[in-house]
């Protein structure tokens, strides 16, 4: 899997302009193949930020996504930003979740913890 970040700064006077813009990008890049999830989320301390993150199944699909019109919409926003825009591709290679906190929270020889109330709820 890989991971497609983009984040972005708005002037002021144009952050609703690009918050539409990239928030059209939405629909057609969620139904490109191999597309697992595609979201924009906008930065509740500065206002101006945006983040636009895709998972795609395969590499192949990532370089056709790259390939594509859309990703081209995407280069033409991203000369709007205030600011250089910061853009990432993360190679994923294994996905786990609670069970790697949970087995981890039970291995022998483990830290010291806080034995405070507070602190019991995820043992």
């Not at 700064?9 to 928030?23: F, H, I, T």
């Not at 790697?100 to 913890?113: D, I, K, N, W």
Request: glycine share 6%.
């Amino acid at each position: 899997m890989i991971i497609e970040s983009l984040g972005l700064v708005s002037r002021g006077e144009n952050r609703r302009e690009l918050q539409v813009a990239l928030s059209f990008l939405l629909g057609p890049i969620r139904v490109e193949s191999g597309c697992i999830s595609c979201h924009l989320y906008q930065d509740v301390v500065n206002p101006n930020g945006f983040r636009f993150e895709c998972l795609w199944k395969t590499e192949l699909d990532f370089r056709r996504h790259l390939r594509s019109e859309i990703y081209k919409q995407l280069l033409i926003l991203m000369e709007l930003s205030a600011e250089p825009p910061t853009v990432q591709f993360h190679t994923i290679s294994d996905t786990q979740g609670m069970e790697l906190v949970h087995a981890t929270r039970q291995e022998p020889g483990q830290a010291p913890h806080d034995s405070s109330p507070e602190s019991q709820t995820f043992k």
